[in-house]
């Protein structure tokens, strides 16, 4: 039984995720639950993708004794609800955030003033209680989805930023109450309230996180647009009546009508009419697509010009549309190799900036001047709020998700996070011919009359013959008569001779349209015509000899022409500096011919399907960074092999489960992009990490008073908290980049 009929996929959406330690706290409880296979949290999106057989409810649990919350996402869930409650979300920490910034800044303009009373004066010892409980309150307002959370971490005998903020800023309060309380018995440096400090560090926290939910909304764009792109309702024909009901009451077998301007809201096969639909967000192909009867469509893509009827295929999480959205969440859901790093580092993190700041406290206090306590207070209380590890746990997923959402608007599904770091590293790639490099179906190229014949002749007879035949050459043969409005004879007597050709007769003559070996079969002789043969299969054509009456009268040539952007995708891939191959299971001399054409110097021949996976690991033993581009169903196991499997689809051929990457549009001009946008992102990436690390490299010791012995430098909690804020919106912003590649 395969692995889809026995797992299931539930995504879930998270509410309260605030860094790289609540990914790991929901992923250990979600593992935890009863028949969860795999578990993957995306940081970036708020969302938990569960593969298994586990019960959603038992799920959601596990999500909320973690101390968050969660609901289940089904289908292709309506990405305006998102957007809500991201505009919520953005308008709640705006308001606190503004709250707290008026309140701090009031504070500290009255401090500067000098508009407050001295701590432990007659009017202070009424005024100073009277603000520590208002700040107390701004805290609550402002800071309470923080103290809970990591009360709930604490629970679970976790820390996360939540910790460090909720100490930080709690310690600000109640030392600044203890000043106070205790006023007369501390020195007069140490009397200094840090209740402004406290509501400031809020505000910046807050206003930091508003600003990456306001960016971080701009990331997923791109699966917003797929998503919008189903139609809420379907014009259906039911009782020879055409009604208009709910997308999701549309069952397989449907006869649904498409106006023009109108969406098409399900896969399917068109019935009646003719028509061309832009397939642009799909495929990245801005031309329409022409469509006649016979024609797949596509859920998602725009009628233009034509009404037509089309028969549903498929419907709901089949669709392509669906099935694209789908493949683009896995791919922003995983995680690429260097993205290991930083959960590495992450999930020692806070423990670790907690013995620092401890460490800080003590050495101010055992060896700081006085007021000592009120320098270790200050010094230990910056190291916690500027330590919090969000830029670290956005730095790899917020760039995946970029990175994948824009290569889906250029037609490229990238469905594993670790191809798009390798992509970029690849040495050598290897091109199926057919379908890949050519077209995938055959035309007839050449035309040669013998004597006194026509080409039309030549063709009418050989069409005729051919019409019984299902051979791949034959419908090409077939299409070029019908091009030509020829009238096909009828055949009596046809006969298939597998290996060689056809034979029927025709106006009682008899006729063999076939290879070499037909004709010599039959005792017809061809020698004098060997020359032409030879360049007709020089110029990648396979010639097929038409005999009546037992004598040569015309030679057809059919071919698989290269695709019009072959030879200029594969110059691109060498100015790269990539080692370009094509493998096939055609002959030499075809095969050197589309070779020549697509300006392919290195050509493996006569290859079947099964051993192009042993041309790929022997590449890679040779110490190869192997990308396999082929079409995904002959090719699965050297697209498996391969470090990188890259499958030509067409926009309705989306589950190709053995590739990596899937090419909708058909193009190998895309094959350059995805290297260009590989290495973009893993240079974006290496970018936010360092920025990330760097900044608590360096404003660790600083927040710890590093400099303060030699320069007097040291750092202010509320501009630890305004930096620790911007770094965030900074890694964000660095990511969205990647969009405009």
Request: hydrophobic fraction near 50%; charged fraction near 15%; include cysteine.
């Amino acid at each position: 039984m395969s692995t889809k009929e026995t797992t299931n996929e539930i995504r879930l959406s998270i509410l309260g995720m605030r860094c790289a330690g609540c990914v790991s706290a929901i992923e250990g409880a979600l593992a935890a639950v009863e028949n969860v296979s795999s578990v993957s949290v995306n940081f970036a999106d708020h969302t938990a993708t569960i593969t298994g057989l586990a019960n959603p409810t038992a799920l959601k649990q596990a999500v909320k004794e973690a101390g968050f919350d969660a609901a289940i996402m089904e289908g292709i869930e309506d990405p305006s609800e998102q957007e809500d409650q991201e505009l919520q979300r953005y308008r709640s920490l705006m308001k606190k955030a503004s709250v707290a910034g008026v309140f701090g800044a009031l504070l500290m303009a009255a401090e500067h003033f000098s508009w407050l009373p001295e701590i432990g004066s007659a009017t202070g010892l009424w005024l100073w209680p009277e603000i520590a409980l208002l700040t107390l309150a701004i805290l609550i307002y402002s800071g309470w989805h923080f103290y809970s959370g990591a009360i709930k971490s604490l629970r679970l005998k976790q820390a996360n930023m939540d910790t460090l903020i909720a100490l930080g800023t709690s310690s600000a309060w109640l030392y600044s109450c203890i000043v106070i309380d205790y006023a007369e018995t501390l020195p007069t440096l140490a009397k200094h309230a840090y209740f402004e400090a406290a509501v400031v560090i809020l505000a910046f926290i807050n206003l930091g996180s508003a600003l990456e939910t306001l960016a971080r909304g701009k990331t997923s764009s791109a699966i917003r647009q797929l998503i919008g792109l189903q139609p809420r309702t379907a014009r259906v024909i039911r009782n020879a009546e055409e009604i208009d009901i709910p997308i999701e009451q549309v069952g397989l077998g449907d006869i649904l009508r498409v106006r023009p301007g109108e969406k098409i809201a399900v896969d399917g096969i068109l019935l009646e009419g003719h028509s061309t639909v832009n397939e642009a967000m799909l495929t990245g192909e801005p031309l329409p697509v022409e469509k006649v009867i016979g024609a797949e469509v596509v859920a998602g893509t725009i009628n233009q010009t034509g009404s037509f009827l089309f028969k549903a295929t498929r419907i709901g999480r089949d669709t392509a549309l669906a099935q694209i959205v789908m493949s683009v969440r896995q791919a922003q859901n995983s995680k690429p190799e260097i993205a290991r790093l930083a959960d590495k580092i992450s999930s020692v993190f806070v423990p670790a900036v907690l013995v620092i700041s401890a460490l800080t406290f003590l050495m101010w206090y055992v060896f700081g001047p006085e007021p000592s306590l009120g320098y270790a207070f200050v010094t230990s209380m910056t190291v916690l709020v500027i330590a919090c590890p969000c830029a670290l746990g956005l730095a790899t997923p917020i760039s995946v998700m970029v990175a994948v959402g824009r290569a889906a608007q250029s037609g490229i599904l990238i469905r594993k996070g670790d191809a798009l770091q390798s992509a970029g590293k690849i040495s050598c790639l290897i091109l199926d011919k057919t379908g890949t490099i050519t077209e995938g179906k055959p035309i007839v190229s050449s035309i040669i009359a013998i004597d006194e014949f026509t080409e039309d002749q030549i063709l009418q007879w050989a069409a005729s013959i051919e019409s019984g035949s299902e051979h791949p050459l034959a419908a090409a043969i077939v299409a070029a008569a019908a091009n030509r409005q020829l009238t096909l004879d009828k055949t009596q007597q046809f006969e298939a001779i597998p290996g060689l050709g056809v034979m029927a007769t025709i106006n009682d003559q008899p006729i063999f349209f076939g290879n070499k070996a037909l004709m010599d079969a039959k005792g017809i002789k061809f020698t004098r015509y060997n020359n032409k043969l030879e360049k007709l299969s020089a110029l990648g054509q396979t010639p097929m000899l038409l005999a009546v009456n037992d004598k040569i009268v015309g030679i057809i040539g059919v071919s698989d022409p290269i695709k019009k952007d072959s030879a200029l995708a594969v110059q691109h891939l060498k100015d790269l500096g990539l080692r370009i191959i094509m493998v096939t299971g055609d002959n030499q001399i075809t095969a050197h011919a589309i070779a020549k054409q697509a300006g392919i110097s290195e050509v493996c021949a006569q290859v079947l399907p099964q051993d192009k996976a042993a041309v790929v690991l022997e590449l890679q033993q040779q110490g190869e960074i192997v990308g396999m581009v082929g079409d995904g169903i002959n090719d699965a196991p050297a697209l498996a092999q391969a470090n990188v499997g890259m499958a030509i689809g067409t926009g309705t051929d989306v589950a190709i489960e053995s590739a990596d990457i899937v090419i909708l549009q058909g193009s190998l001009l895309k094959i350059p992009e995805v290297i260009a946008l590989s290495k973009a992102t893993v240079i974006n990436i290496k970018q936010n990490l360092i920025g990330a690390f760097f900044y608590n490299i360096i404003s660790i010791p600083i927040a710890a008073g590093l400099f303060y012995p030699l320069f007097g430098i040291l750092l202010n909690p509320m501009i630890a908290g305004a930096a620790m804020a911007l770094s965030s919106v900074t890694v964000v912003t660095n990511a969205n980049r990647l969009r405009w590649i």
